[in-house]
Antibody, heavy 125, light 109 residues
């Protein structure tokens, strides 16, 4: 079955760029119609959707983060990545990658049915 | 953006209890509502999608209902492994602007 695994630096300096990668195993990232997504959760708080990249290559981002976010895919490595620029302490969180899957054939909406285990990112000098 | 508000924010219950958690959207989201369970230190797990469809492998004591702006997640008979935090999430917005509720923490009484 498909599994997701986040990787990347656990410590980022303020004003620098956070870079994380999600490796997809058990299936091809370029097959099907999925939304490869990033979601974060500050310690003790709720979930915040960051954005996604569709199998087709189209992207959508949370408007509150859009100016600082880039999500891309590397099909040769079966990975997708997150870059978040100009980080501050407010960006400290556990970052999850997840697969967005449509409700069914012909459906236009969906849910996050597979998640990575999450990776903690600290912002500190 | 569409705001999702869950109630209560926390809840104490006993094993065997029937529990209901409510999620309200700031505008109609049809049935584009999902529920997740999260245990400490773990990733969220999809329980219910499209308001009332049970995700594969999820016990039948979990059920969801609602449409429009008001939704509920019901656990018919609480089991020890059900004590966790529950989140609702809307997938209605176009272009996608996905939002979650603030969470409901379910604790042992």
């Amino acid at each position: 079955q498909v599994q997701l695994q986040e990787s990347g630096p656990g410590l980022v300096k303020p004003s620098q760029t956070l870079s994380l990668t999600c490796t997809v195993s058990g299936g091809s990232i370029s097959s099907g119609s999925y939304y490869w997504s990033w979601i974060r959760q500050p310690a003790g708080k709720g979930l915040e959707w960051i954005g996604h990249i569709h199998t087709s290559g189209s992207t959508n981002y949370n408007p509150s983060l859009k100016s600082r976010v880039t999500i891309s895919v590397d099909t040769s490595k079966n990975q997708f990545s997150l870059k978040l620029s100009s980080v501050t302490a407010a960006d400290m969180a556990v970052y999850y990658c997840a697969r967005g899957n449509r409700y069914g054939v012909g459906a236009t909406r969906g849910a996050f049915d597979i998640w990575g285990q999450g990776t903690m990112v600290t912002v500190s000098s | 953006d569409i705001q999702m508000t869950q109630s209560p924010s926390s809840l104490s219950a006993s094993v065997g209890d029937r529990v209901t958690i409510t999620c309200r959207a700031s505008q109609s989201i049809s049935s584009y509502l999902n529920w997740y369970q999260q245990k400490p230190g773990k990733a969220p797990k999809l329980l219910i999608y499209a308001a009332s469809s049970l995700q594969s492998g999820v016990p039948s004591r979990f059920s969801g209902s609602g449409s429009g702006t008001d939704f509920t997640l019901t656990i018919s008979s609480l089991q020890p492994e059900d004590f966790a935090t529950y989140y609702c999430q809307q997938s209605y917005s176009t272009p996608p602007e996905i939002t979650f509720g603030q969470g409901t923490r379910l604790e042992i009484k």
